[in-house]
């Protein structure tokens, strides 16, 4: 497991997080998988929108945590979130985990939500543009994927 002072630092000099969407690689173990991941990403989402990803493949995160990732790039004010390819990615759906780089701000009576849930790549592009724009909230999100039996944001 890697500490996070230990990790590299992220380069957002030529990143522009309103219209590119950070995705991390913490898992290592399946090159192919990899591929189908970032293939899967790739691709133009269901209204026809080019995916923009900025992909960071670099075996110093291999094993990091969602806090250590977090802390990597704490750097860029401008991200709301944060995907990672992990080893749960290199499987099945490929489902990333979505983590948000804020904290949920509960009113009275709202329910409290996980700071992280999965979807499917496509879903990558669909869910930053809401975000950059201001349409959605992470939350909203969050609470769409705690209503799938298997939590995972399927738009």
């Known amino acids: 497991m890697p500490n996070s002072s230990m990790l590299p630092a992220i380069d ?36 026809g929108f080019e995916v923009r990803t900025y992909l960071v493949d670099n075996r110093a995160f291999a094993g990091a945590s969602p806090d250590d990732v977090l802390s990597a790039a704490a750097a860029e004010p401008a991200l709301e979130v944060v995907f990672l390819a992990d080893a749960a990615a290199m499987r099945g759906e490929h489902t990333l985990l979505a983590v948000s780089t804020g904290s949920q701000e509960l009113e009275e009576g709202d329910m409290e939500l996980p700071r992280e849930f999965r979807l499917l790549p496509p879903e990558v592009n669909l869910m930053h543009v809401n975000l950059a724009i201001g349409h959605m909230d992470f939350w909203e999100f969050a609470y769409h994927a705690s209503l799938a039996a298997d939590g995972i944001l399927r738009l």
């Open 12 to 47: 957002f000099t030529r990143h522009d997080f309103e219209s590119e969407a950070l995705v991390i690689r913490t898992d290592h173990s399946d090159d192919e998988a990899w591929r189908a991941v970032v293939d899967l990403l790739g691709q133009p989402d269901q209204n």
